[in-house]
């Protein structure tokens, strides 16, 4: 690797400090599962790599059922799944976020790093376009909050500006009758990059759709919303059926490309699928809610 | 050269002191600084897991974790497995279940295996097994670890 510096600040304004006295060549390293491949394949060559994983409230994960849940950017997965507020109330990213690598990278690869990485086929992004989540953004400037629907720009690239971090990623407490589920397809078994990713999101009124959200990875420059099979659920019964149909539509958002993994077709075909068990599934947790 | 980081850390209980690099790898200066050959070097991508070493009791690629990362950490490597002559339980079974062949995987599998054990004295086979999948090895085919991991649990608890 090429030669550069490092600092572990303990709070925010020092990252933002350090990030932005260094322009460009200064970069954030959390679990550095992806940044250090990054760096030893000179794809990326900071000057200055700052370490955020001291910062207490990129460590934070704090649920509060009115103002749902505050979850620092530096919170590396395996923790997510060990916290048992956030497999209560957001079971669908928890196991998104438990599907990463193996159990030695969801000890390092934090989901702030998952979403600032920007890779299309990134596991937590789908669920977290699927809850809605918003990530809080600290910079030079001040603070501002982007929700992840907005956060990414192409693959590999979001909306940070120079100098800026996330902090935490901010979900909304689940209303009632309301579950999440998430679903990957990878050509092996374990420790691949999916092929296609769907997370769901459902709010039941008795048992009519009163409100849906559908995350894709996998198949379009970066992750995305499915809104044509979100907005044909709402009012309907969640069925077979309407979960089928739900899928159908949701293959018309994806734009998929060729791959070693698999073809834009094969993609294609697997979004209506994963679509349909992502919602049945989120439906079915939420009507124990 | 760069300038170089003084890293205090505890490594396998002993409270250590190394000078490294930022650009040096966890895995590199266990190796390369303190001579610490045990952790093995595969792909350099956390795909292999021969490099696995536990840091404050969680299994890490140390290929993908910088020396001075380790700063007032607590590392646990293969070296610190073994009581003075007495192989830990893992170790012992491994050799008897002729779970290796060439070895470059072991360390990275014992020490995922302790990771597990320490936690969940008790596992299934589909627990180890999952455990364990982030540990390549080509040459045993698995089953003989997955062995070995099941006999030092029984030997642990002493059943
Ligand atoms: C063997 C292996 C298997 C993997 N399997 C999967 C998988 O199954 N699914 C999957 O989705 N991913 C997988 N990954 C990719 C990777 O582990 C994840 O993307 C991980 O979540 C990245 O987090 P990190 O903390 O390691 O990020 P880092 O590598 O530290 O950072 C990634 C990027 O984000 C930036 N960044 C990090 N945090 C912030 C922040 N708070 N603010 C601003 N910028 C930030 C960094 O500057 C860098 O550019 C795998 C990786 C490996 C090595
Ligand atoms: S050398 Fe670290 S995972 Fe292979
Ligand atoms: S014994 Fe040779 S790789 Fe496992």
């Known amino acids: ?289 | 050269m760069a300038k170089k980081s003084l890293v205090e850390t505890t490594i396998n209980g002993e409270q250590v002191e190394f000078l490294c690099e930022p650009r040096q790898s966890l895995l590199e200066s266990l190796r390369d600084v303190l001579g610490l050959t045990g952790s093995k070097e595969g792909c350099l991508t956390g795909d292999c897991g021969a490099c696995t070493v536990l840091v404050d009791g969680r299994p890490v690629c140390s290929c993908l974790m910088l020396g001075v990362e380790a700063r007032g950490k607590k590392i646990t490597t293969v070296e610190g497995l073994a009581e003075g002559t007495r192989l830990h339980p893992l170790q012992q079974k491994f050799l008897e279940d002729a779970s290796l062949q060439c070895g470059i995987c072991t360390p990275g599998f014992l020490m995922s295996a302790k990771s597990l054990l320490d936690r969940n004295p008790n596992p299934t086979e589909a627990e180890i097994r999952y455990a364990l999948a982030g540990n390549l090895c080509r040459c045993t085919g698995y089953d003989k670890i997955v062995r070995a991991v099941q006999d030092a649990a029984r030997v642990i608890q002493g059943r």
């Open chain 1, 1 to 289: 690797m090429h030669e550069f510096s490092y600092e572990a600040p303990t709070t925010v304004e020092q990252a933002v400090k350090l990030l932005s006295s260094d322009g460009d060549s200064a970069r954030v390293i959390c679990g550095g599962t992806d940044l250090l491949i990054q760096m030893r394949n000179a794809v990326r060559k900071p000057k200055l790599l700052v370490d955020v994983k001291s910062i207490p409230e990129m460590r934070e994960i704090s649920f509060d059922p009115k103002t749902g849940l505050r979850l620092g950017a530096a919170v590396p997965c395996i923790e997510i799944h060990e916290n048992e507020a956030m497999r209560r109330h957001y079971p669908g990213l928890t196991e998104a976020a438990h599907l990463i690598g193996s159990l030695q990278i969801q000890s390092r690869a934090s989901i702030g790093g998952n979403l600032c990485n920007a890779s299309p086929a990134a596991d937590t992004s789908p669920a977290l376009l699927a809850l809605n989540a918003t990530a809080k953004i600290v910079g030079p400037n001040g603070s501002r909050e982007v929700p992840v629907e907005k956060f990414f720009s192409g693959p590999g690239k979001n909306v940070l500006q120079r100098g800026e971090l996330v902090t935490q990623i901010l979900i909304a407490a689940p209303p009632p009758h309301t579950s999440d589920r998430y679903l990957r397809m990878i050509p092996r078994n374990e420790m691949d990059i999916a092929i296609v990713g769907a997370g769901a999101c459902v709010t039941l009124d008795g048992d009519k759709v009163k409100a849906v959200r559908i995350g894709l990875g996998a198949v379009a420059p970066t992750p995305i919303l499915a809104p044509k099979a979100a907005e044909y659920l709402i009012g309907k019964k969640l069925d077979e059926k309407t979960a089928e149909r739900a899928g159908e539509l949701a293959r018309e958002h994806a734009v998929p490309i060729d791959d070693m993994r698999g073809t834009a077709e094969y993609r294609v075909h697997v979004v209506g699928v994963l679509t349909k068990r992502a919602l049945l599934g989120a439906a079915e947790r939420a009507r124990q809610n």
